[in-house]
């Protein structure tokens, strides 16, 4: 356990470094994970070793992942959420099913089990809201087409990655987990939304509405809510990540949703620098020799792949070839969302260190690829060229 003196040392080396590094990633046109992440393995145990104890910053960084998946629930209102999948679920699912096919084939192709390649395959249905949404100009009416394929696409695979997160928890190792307690945990998940629903209509709103001028009242409501809830699927079997997405999605159709988004945003932040910097801190340098390949060869994988099955797909349905290759440009990289499932599978002792690395190597590779090929290629807020730059 870290002294508080230290933690606060820590805190001052970690946001101070991070201010640094995100000056630097926003000259180069890199999103800004990438530099907390880089901040990690530089000031972590296997770089300059001065932030040593990292268990308390990761212990602190996992409450970053429960208020993203809060946010991520109050942005998805169900009205609007089927609409857009609509359009594209086919899409979405074929394509994933030929990334998870890829990756797994990649990782039987590394030598690594079969276990791990099948977690490597789900780590690579997805892409990156961070460069899809981030990256795309929204005063142009084509790109809000573009824009609406995009998140329907993104959407769909945030949901198969809470399954997937639901999964892992549930067959993981160290939670002694039996088949029964599965299906267990599939059965207590319609219950927890039921009673996320009823509780939000009966108890939780009327009493937003009643205090809505105190603002601080607002804020805790909202914390309690996101916690609670986080804490309560993990006491069914579920993860406190799920338990923080039913807590956001039960509430995306009030009116209060926004305005609880916008004020949680700089707390979410604040612990996702703590989150990527502990990943960051977590990577072994000594191990870069042996997943530098690997990492290598998946994310040309994913660069020339993901486009080329974007496209095809897209234009089976009837849209145009320009918008096709292009939503496939700029969805053709990894996640965030595949570091964090490295991060988890490897902390229920899914994955060995080997495959955790090779995931996150190619998450971050793929990144900064596919930034550079969107801000050369494609019109974008932060494109190198005058012609190309739109906001």
Known sequence: MMESGSLLFSFFLIFTGAAILATGALFTRQPLLVAYIALGAILGPFGLEVVNDTNLLNDIAHVGIIFLLFLLGLDMQPSHLAHLLRK????????????????????????????????????????????????????????????????????????????????????????????????????????????????????????????????????????????????????????????????????????????????????????????????????????????????AVMTGAVILIKPVVFGFLLRKVSENRSTAWEVGFRLGQTSEFSILIAAFASGQNLIGEISAHIIQATAILSLLVSSYIVVFRFESPIALSERLRRD
Not at 141 to 168: F, K, N, P, W, Y
């Open 88 to 295: 594209t679920a086919t899409v979405g699912l074929l394509s994933s099913f030929l990334f998870a096919l890829t990756g797994y084939g990649l990782g039987l192709t590394f030598g690594l089990p079969q276990n791990e390649a099948i977690i490597i395959g789900a780590t690579m249905m997805f892409s990156s809201t961070i460069i899809g949404i981030k990256l795309l100009p929204t005063t142009v009416l084509h790109h809000r087409h573009t824009g609406e394929i995009m998140v329907s696409l993104l959407l769909l695979q945030d949901l198969m990655a809470i399954i997937a997160l639901l999964l892992l928890y549930n067959l993981s190792p160290s939670h002694s987990t039996n088949y029964n307690e599965l299906i267990m945990a599939f059965i207590a998940l319609p219950a927890l939304i039921f009673t996320a629903i009823m509780l939000v209509k009966y108890l939780l709103l009327p009493l937003m509405v009643r205090f809505d001028r105190f603002h601080e009242y607002l804020f805790l409501m909202a914390l309690g809510w996101c916690l609670g809830f986080a804490e309560l699927a993990h006491s069914l079997n579920l993860s406190y990540e799920i338990g923080a997405f039913i807590a956001g999605i039960s509430i995306a159709t009030s009116p209060i949703a926004q305005y609880i988004a916008i004020n949680l945003k700089p707390l979410r932040d604040f612990f996702l620098v703590l989150f990527f910097f502990s990943i960051g801190a977590s990577f072994n340098l000594d191990l870069l020799g042996q997943v530098l390949f690997p990492a």
